[in-house]
């Protein structure tokens, strides 16, 4: 439960600058650590240090597109916190702006979920989504909401531990109270009522997200839509019979139509499923318990699979 390592450089205040980076890094072009909506990350080095780092390349032609990402930058400038990744440094030339941050070598814990070799716990998630509250508590203190948060831009620092840093602010921004926001439709599974509504955004934004494990999925995006809207839905999927009471408790809070009725990030990490030590104790049991009476042949997986014989 201790946090994530820090980033191996102090928190700077990043300027772009004109230079060409070829001359400061080596960019590593054959290795893409992840793409986004707006290029590919790559890894890449300091060469002055060898430090290892992460370049996120991305397309900016028009001055409109260039103050997007000027955007990303002030804000990552304002965050200094273990489970939000650091900027080190920026590079502008004519048609893109290059990120120089913090490298993890964990990947997208995206893909960690889907991951079938990789079996999720509920305290896994417990880990998870404790992190996720810490850096939006300190965000959010610092009166800077996400507005983008999803499995994607959640990377994992190792594949052998359950420590987080959030990524991509590039829809980030500071609080203004009177503030609507246009999105694109990308994902519409994530989208809080207030986003499909063209309503004000707030910090309790960022907290539905939080939320999302439960499935919206309808048909069609407009069907996923409307369950949003209608906050229509239920702990009746197979994925849930397993779950703590105390996990429902804590989604059944944060789903909540009215942005002012939902947990904050600070309300959040006090409630039981992130806080409750006998609880984490109890869950981690079961995990244990799972994990030995599948040795022995008791629990099978799959539907395809056949019964052991006992
Ligand atoms: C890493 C390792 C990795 C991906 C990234 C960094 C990506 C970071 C990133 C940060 C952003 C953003 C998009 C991606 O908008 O696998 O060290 O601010």
Not at 92 to 117: Q, W
Not at 125 to 153: A, S, W
Request: proline letters at 5%; glycine letters at 4%; a negative charge.
């Amino acid at each position: 439960s201790s946090p994530p390592p820090l980033a191996p450089f102090d928190h700077r205040i990043v300027t772009p600058k004109p230079h060409q980076i070829a001359t400061i890094y080596t960019i590593n072009r054959d290795e893409v650590l992840g793409g986004g909506r707006f290029g590919q990350v790559h890894k890449c080095t300091e060469n002055s240090t060898g430090m290892m780092l992460a370049a996120k390349i991305i397309k900016a032609r028009s001055q409109k597109e260039k103050d997007v990402v000027r955007n990303e930058i002030q804000v990552m400038n304002q965050l200094n916190h273990a489970n939000l990744i650091q900027l080190y440094a920026a590079f502008e030339s004519r048609h893109d702006i290059i990120l120089v941050m913090e490298y993890v070598e964990g990947g997208e814990l995206f893909d960690r979920i889907i991951d079938e070799n990789y079996n999720l716990t509920e305290l896994d998630t417990v880990l998870f989504i404790r992190q996720i509250c810490e850096g939006l508590q300190y965000m959010h203190k610092m009166y800077i909401l996400h507005l983008d948060l999803k499995p994607e831009n959640i990377l994992c620092v190792s594949r052998a531990t359950n420590k987080i840093k959030i990524i991509d602010f590039g829809l980030a921004r500071r609080y203004k109270p009177r503030e609507k926001l246009r999105v694109n439709f990308g994902t519409p599974e994530f989208l809080a009522p207030e986003v499909i509504n063209y309503e004000f955004v707030s910090f309790p934004t960022d907290m539905w997200s939080l939320g999302r494990p439960l499935p919206f999925l309808g048909d069609d995006d407009n069907e996923t839509l409307n369950n949003i809207l209608a906050c229509q839905w239920n702990f009746e999927e197979e994925e849930f019979t397993d779950i703590s009471d105390e996990a429902k408790d804590f989604i059944t809070r944060l789903l909540v139509k009215s942005k002012s009725w939902r947990m904050s990030a600070a309300e959040s990490l006090r409630h039981p499923w992130l806080s409750d030590r006998s609880l984490h104790y109890r869950l981690n049991q079961k995990v244990n318990d799972t994990l030995h009476k599948r040795d022995k042949g008791v629990i099978w997986s799959g539907d395809h699979l056949t019964k052991p014989q006992l």
